[in-house]
């Protein structure tokens, strides 16, 4: 059984800085597809940004240009630096994967994917 443990979450001022990490375990294949969700309190969980296996990288209109996404195959790890942060960006953040080939990297794809989402790790930005 996969499993997904997010950590690097906190509390930081407008304009400050972040970096998630979330390391995946249990997994028989390769996860060819990751990504970063989010999800504020009252609201729907939406994805973040998503890597592929080629290193191909997509990003949610409101983080492109503040947020990158990155993975360390050896640790098999995955990152989100998160720059210029704003009050918007606080939620509990989650990582997700999936082995599957042949199919586009999207959130889409990643959430019906995931049967156990781990348990996230929280971003507060203060204005």
């Known amino acids: 059984q996969v499993k997904f443990v997010e950590s690097g979450g906190g509390s930081v001022q407008t304009g400050g800085s972040l970096r998630l990490s979330c390391v995946a375990s249990?997994?028989?294949?390769?996860?060819?597809?990751m990504g970063w969700f989010r999800q504020a309190p009252g609201k729907e969980r939406e994805g973040v940004a998503t890597?592929?296996?080629?290193?191909?990288?997509s990003y949610t209109a409101s983080v492109k240009g503040r947020f990158t996404i990155s993975q360390d195959n050896d640790k098999k790890t995955l990152y989100l630096q998160m720059n210029a942060l704003k009050p918007d960006d606080s939620a509990m953040y989650y990582c997700?994967?999936?082995?599957?080939?042949?199919?586009?990297?999207?959130?889409?794809?990643?959430?019906?994917?995931?049967?156990?989402w781990g348990k996230g790790t929280l971003v507060t930005i203060s204005s």
């Open positions: 997700a994967g999936t082995p599957l080939l042949g199919v586009d990297c999207t959130s889409e794809i990643l959430t019906a994917s995931m049967a156990d």
């Open positions: 249990g997994y028989r294949y390769n996860l060819h597809c």
């Open positions: 890597i592929d296996g080629d290193g191909t990288t």
